[in-house]
């Protein structure tokens, strides 16, 4: 199957045939989270200590994470934290401070919890949305199977019972899956195997990220530089500290996820020392496919639903 976009040449899918769930497998739905989508991110609503607030969706984020102040305004207190005395680091490899902090009530959806807790971490005064002061990260997301249709508004969360290995794609006929690697329950992150180009490569999804980048180290491995003929300059990436990252666009052979494959294929890449993947699945990828990612299985299904899934990202004017 050949579909042409504007930024991609030609998006091959030869997908795996999807098998019915067993009988007995059974995902029950959490809650439905509406998503807000500005600026190439992804909020939900939610409240701390009764005050409501936007969550960014944070995939990659092994802690969720409140903005320093908002923890004062909203009245959380400091804690110790269960790993110990917290230390961040920025995409640069740069360590940064953190504190653990604690809310006395967090409201997401249906789901309420007591006594909930949080890096306090950034000096940005936002994430991307005035209201958005929080980020909801894998602490709190692996405990459940998370489906993301951002082209029918739709975020939901699953319990999956006596499912083992089912196919859990039940919106698809035909579908992808990849299996998590180096998954680690003390600080989980949604990581894969993909290749750029035929070589393999290590891929982290990662919904707060507007735009998917490789490292500069990957790009070089693979023969792109920011010198190299074609690359251009595209945008800087801001980190949670504020710091502009430059990134660059560049041409690559083909990028392969289990059996989609685009090539030729154009991808932004960006220096950073603690990317902690070769590859970071962003937004754009999220936005055309409608994905299963299940923590139960350590699996992720996904099938293609529209639109190209890299593009170049364009911060809104200031």
């Known amino acids: 199957m050949t579909r042409i976009f504007p930024a991609v040449s030609a998006l091959f899918l030869a997908l795996t045939a999807a098998s019915p769930l067993w009988a007995k497998c059974q ?8 998503a807000t989508v500005q600026d190439n991110r992804i909020y ?6 009764s005050q409501p607030l936007l969550y960014q969706l944070g995939t990659a984020n092994p802690q969720s994470i409140v903005l320093p102040f908002a923890a004062y305004t909203l009245g959380m207190r400091p804690v110790n934290s269960p790993n110990g005395p917290g230390t961040s680091y920025d995409l640069t490899g740069a360590e940064g401070k953190a504190e653990y902090v604690a809310a006395n009530d967090v409201r997401i959806g249906n789901w309420h919890g007591y006594d909930v807790g949080m890096m306090s971490i ?14 909801l990260g894998e ?11 951002l082209r029918n508004n739709l975020i939901a969360f699953y319990q999956a019972k006596d499912c083992a290995d089912d196919n859990l794609a039940y919106w698809a006929q035909n579908y992808n ?23 393999d490569v290590t891929m982290l999804l990662d919904s707060a990220v507007p735009n998917s980048l490789l490292s500069a180290e990957t790009a070089r491995a693979l023969g792109v530089e920011s010198n190299s003929p074609g690359v251009v300059r595209v945008w800087d990436f801001a980190d949670l500290n504020n ?28 220096n950073g020392r603690a990317f902690g993947a070769n590859m970071i699945l962003g ?20 099938s293609y639903s529209g639109g190209p899934p890299f593009e170049t990202y364009k911060p809104p004017a200031k």
């Open 27 to 34: 995902l029950d739905k959490v809650t439905d989270l509406p």
């Open 44 to 49: 939900v609503a939610g409240s701390i200590n």
């Open 122 to 135: 950034g000096a940005v005064a936002n994430f991307g949305h005035p209201k958005a002061l929080a980020i």
């Open 139 to 149: 602490d709190y997301l692996a405990n459940y199977e998370i489906e993301l249709d």
């Open 177 to 199: 899956v990849v299996d998590f690697v180096k998954f680690d329950p003390a600080a989980p992150q949604i990581k894969f195997m993909g290749k750029i180009g035929g070589k």
């Open 243 to 270: 710091k502009p990252i430059p990134t660059w666009l560049g041409g690559f052979k083909s990028f392969t996820l289990d059996q989609e494959n685009i090539a030729p294929v154009k991808l932004a890449f960006a």
């Open 283 to 302: 937004f754009d990828f999220i936005r055309s496919h409608h994905l299963l990612i299940s923590h139960s299985q350590r699996k992720m299904y996904f």
